[in-house]
Nanobody, 130 residues
Framework: QVQLVESGGGLVQAGDSLRLSCAAS????????MGWFRQAPGKEREFVAA????????YYADSVKGRFTISRDNAKNTVFLQMNGLKPDDTAVYYC???????????????????????WGKGTLVTVSS
């Protein structure tokens, strides 16, 4: 089992950048596919980005491609989400999640939903003002 704790959220202006971090417990972090999801008020939780166990392969939702970058440091049990060019539509609670299975599906991450991930953090709020 793995426990996930997100950090780095906050209030920023449109066009600003933020870097989210997710610290994982346990010794087997490198065995998990990691992902970021977000949930805006009144909307369903949606896929943002995912990264393979090795960190070599990454998937992104079309809405964030070219602006967000997911990365991981297996030595530090941490996954990151660098968010550039933030927009008001990016306002949401951002969740870190872990999947015991290898990275799968198309590079737009359409395979991934809250049903496919095994472990979740409690989320960190990102608010982007216009």
């Amino acid at each position: 089992q793995v426990q996930l704790v997100e950090s780095g959220g906050g209030l920023v202006q449109a066009g600003d950048s933020l870097r989210l971090s997710c610290a994982a417990s346990g010794r087997t972090f490198s065995r998990y596919t990691m992902g970021w999801f977000r949930q805006a008020p009144g909307k369903e939780r949606e896929f943002v980005a995912a990264i393979s166990r090795s960190g070599v392969t990454t998937y992104y939702a079309d809405s964030v491609k070219g602006r967000f970058t997911i990365s991981r440091d297996n030595a530090k049990n941490t996954v990151f989400l660098q968010m550039n060019g933030l927009k008001p539509d990016d306002t949401a609670v951002y969740y870190c999640a872990a999947d015991t299975n290898p990275l799968y599906g198309n590079s737009d991450g359409s395979y991934y939903s809250h049903y496919t991930m095994d472990y979740w953090g409690k989320g960190t709020l990102v608010t982007v003002s216009s």
